[in-house]
């Protein structure tokens, strides 16, 4: 069965920081376009962070300087390291795979086909 687990959400106070991390099983996504969502309670899903194939990666504005997404292949596991938190950052978070596109040339609009079922992050300030 293809599947993206997430974990490593949690309660953090401004600030802080915390580690997501998206396990796959069933498929070798290790050369595909990879991306981390996240959707607050009565707005929409947003993009956080992509990661291409070639390990190229691009942020939302909102979270640059901040997030820093990542992979290990050996694990077949995509990483979102989240820094200076902020009360706005609380959400579920997603993870997402292409499944078919090594590139993420069209941004957080690339087709994803692939959902975890999301961890909750909640930032107090």
């Known amino acids: 069965q293809v599947q993206l687990v997430e974990s490593g959400g949690g309660s953090v106070q401004a600030g802080g920081s915390l580690r997501l991390s998206c396990a796959a099983s069933g498929y070798t996504w290790s050369n595909v376009c990879m991306g981390w969502f996240r959707q607050a309670p009565g707005k929409e899903r947003e993009g956080v962070a992509l990661m291409a194939g070639d390990g190229g990666t691009s942020y939302a504005d909102s979270v640059k300087g901040r997030f820093t997404i990542s992979k290990d292949s050996a694990k077949n596991t995509v990483y979102l390291q989240m820094n200076s938190l902020k009360p706005d950052d609380t959400a579920v978070y997603y993870c997402?795979?292409?499944?078919?596109?090594?590139?993420?040339?069209?941004?957080?609009?690339?087709?994803?086909?692939?959902w975890g079922q999301g961890t909750q992050v909640t930032v107090s300030s």
């Open positions: 997402a795979a292409s499944l078919f596109f090594r590139s993420c040339s069209s941004g957080f609009r690339t087709p994803f086909r692939l």
